[in-house]
């Protein structure tokens, strides 16, 4: 079995998982404030993946939400970063709209990707090189669209604050329309998917969009920090995931504008 | 079969229709802007709806975004408002995430609500007196919320004016998180099935909202201009939708501070 296929199994165990635990009461915790609750349901998974990974390939590095491998740096060999819920939000409010998020790297190269959508029983998944699929179907190249005729997923939120509102709003106003469904991995493969032109936030942590960018990038699309470079998986980072028409327009016409505020975002989040 | 039995029945019938065309090319019209996409899907559905309400109750008047009825006032008898493809961006750039929703009113007074998300193939709807339901089962009173501990439906799109932004933002700071999901009218049932603790929009027009707020008010929620005044169908209105406590928090804490903005909306929305 190679890693892909083991990995494929493996988060659709954790999802199976989740939906048993679901069906009995969620206790929930509160971390640093509101907005960032945490569950068991989050806790007991990022554990049932981490000890499955690791009782099947004892070298491979771990790097989850709730604790594991934060230290890690730059490893050699097969890196996993995981996600166990994204959009916790969504699961304690909604009890959907989540997703388990996996990025497999080797040797800092992006090898596969995995976001399920639990309760639609969705499994995006991609092996580089070998095309991206929704379920058993293969995504097509994702479409150029320019802004004004594009979707763009971005949170409310971010418009309320001065300096990013200031480099946000031209772009809401341009844009066909904006949506917001609170979880970063669904909003990357709706971007692969072609429901969204373009996703825009101004800060992910890596377990958030690394297996979303490698099924983006399967099928054309472009992940990039807001100054267009490479996204790295051991830091946090603003995020811009588009096709590559509007990927280019979002940097060269909107945040190339609003440099000082991109390197603020960017230098706040370096380790 | 009761006029509920028949609306239910006819519903269900429209989305299948619509599944079918979906199937076919979508040739897509464009309307006055680009954000206000018209589908053949749309206007056919409303010409199905029309037909076969007149066919059978040929006394009942009927209001339709694409055209019906715009110059109803006040009608004694049975009005029954119709929007036949709800969220139409949703549906051309998604093909999913739109409902179409139906408002039955009898001298007046709310008779009963249906709002179907098509492509999940889920009935949300209502009888007054008897209670909501999502296909099948009975969906609960809805849970007073505080604003703090609440998920906002509100688009970004109105963040970005001075005047409506000014107004908003500190609703969506105040909130534990904001979503949009480009259709009112599921907007609105997620209210009520608690999905989100309120939804707020400057602009709505009858159609968007009268199948909804049946369902919504079935619950214990409230839905109101931001005078929270009781909404016409005959008229557009800015709404917001919300769980009883959640509602007056809005108004008190919110709406009444920006009165004239609130007055400048409604005013600028008369007929």
């Known amino acids: 079995m190679t890693v892909y296929e083991f990995a494929k199994g493996l988060i659709l165990e954790a999802g199976i998982n989740v939906?048993?635990?679901?069906?009995?009461?969620?206790?929930?915790?509160?971390?640093?404030?509101?907005?960032?609750?945490?569950?068991?349901?989050?806790?007991?998974?990022?554990?049932?993946?981490?000890?499955?990974?690791?009782?099947?390939?004892?070298?491979?590095?771990?790097?989850?939400?709730?604790?594991?491998?934060?230290?890690?740096?730059?490893?050699?060999?097969?890196?996993?970063?995981?996600?166990?819920?994204?959009?916790?939000?969504?699961?304690?409010?909604?009890?959907?709209?989540?997703?388990?998020?996996?990025?497999?790297?080797?040797?800092?190269?992006?090898?596969?990707?995995?976001?399920?959508?639990?309760?639609?029983?969705v499994l995006y998944h991609a092996k580089v090189g070998e095309g991206a699929f929704e379920n058993g179907t293969r995504l097509p190249e994702i479409k150029d669209t320019p802004l004004k005729t594009s979707i763009i997923g971005i949170n409310p939120n971010w418009l309320t604050k001065p300096r990013l509102g200031d480099m946000f709003k031209p772009i809401v106003d341009e844009a066909r329309s904006a949506r917001a469904y609170g979880s970063a991995a669904l909003e990357i493969v709706h971007v692969a998917t072609g429901k969204l032109g373009g996703y825009i936030t101004p800060r992910l942590q890596p377990w958030d969009f690394a297996g979303g960018l490698i099924i983006l990038s399967e099928v054309g699309g472009r992940g990039t920090n807001l100054l267009g470079e490479s996204l790295s998986i051991y830091e946090p980072s603003p995020i811009v995931m588009a096709n590559q028409k509007l990927h280019a327009e979002l940097i060269e016409n909107h945040f190339e504008k609003h440099i000082e505020t991109v390197r603020l975002l960017q230098n706040r989040l370096k380790k």
């Open 19 to 121: 939906k048993k635990i679901m069906k009995q009461d969620i206790e929930i915790e509160t971390k640093s404030n509101p907005n960032d609750l945490v569950t068991n349901v989050d806790k007991s998974t990022e554990k049932y993946l981490f000890d499955n990974i690791k009782k099947t390939y004892p070298n491979h590095f771990v790097i989850g939400e709730e604790g594991h491998g934060h230290d890690l740096k730059d490893e050699h060999g097969v890196v996993w970063v995981i996600d166990p819920i994204d959009g916790t939000l969504n699961f304690v409010h909604q009890q959907e709209n989540f997703a388990i998020s996996i990025g497999i790297y080797h040797n800092g190269e992006p090898y596969a990707g995995f976001v399920y959508d639990v309760m639609n029983d």
